[in-house]
């Protein structure tokens, strides 16, 4: 199970922190973080391998977005600088086994949390 936390509401321009706890255990899992906004797909934002240093990001967030965690918390984190109106959407953190995880393809991933809502204004 991956519980998200950390959403709200901000201005453009400001920050926001998600995390993401997992109930189980996800060493050697790729663990990442998806959205999806008001009548689009669900896309990739960014992803990383929890027994490594490898990260990946979609080209709107790099520069502005960090993924990152903490094993011994079995905890996910995005930080997410400089919002912009268009980050708007569901935040949804999930795990699985990718072949290629730099695709950020949300079939490739079996297990996903809730969703914490980010809105940027």
């Known amino acids: 199970q991956l519980v998200e936390s950390g959403g709200g509401s901000v201005q453009a321009g400001g920050s926001l922190t998600l995390s993401c706890v997992a109930s189980?255990?996800?060493?050697?899992?790729?663990m990442g973080w998806f959205r999806q906004a008001l009548g689009k797909e669900r896309e990739g934002v960014a992803a990383?391998?929890?027994?490594?240093?490898?990260?990946f990001y979609t080209d709107s967030v790099k520069g502005r977005f960090t993924i990152s965690k903490d094993n011994a918390k079995n905890t996910l984190y995005l930080q997410m600088n400089s919002l912009k109106p268009e980050d708007t959407a569901m935040y949804y953190c999930t795990a699985g086994r990718p072949m290629i995880p730099a695709y950020l393809r949300p079939a490739d991933y079996h297990v996903w949390g809730q969703g914490t809502q980010v809105t940027v204004s």
């Open positions: 189980e255990y996800t060493r050697d899992y790729c």
């Open positions: 990383l391998y929890t027994a490594g240093d490898s990260t």
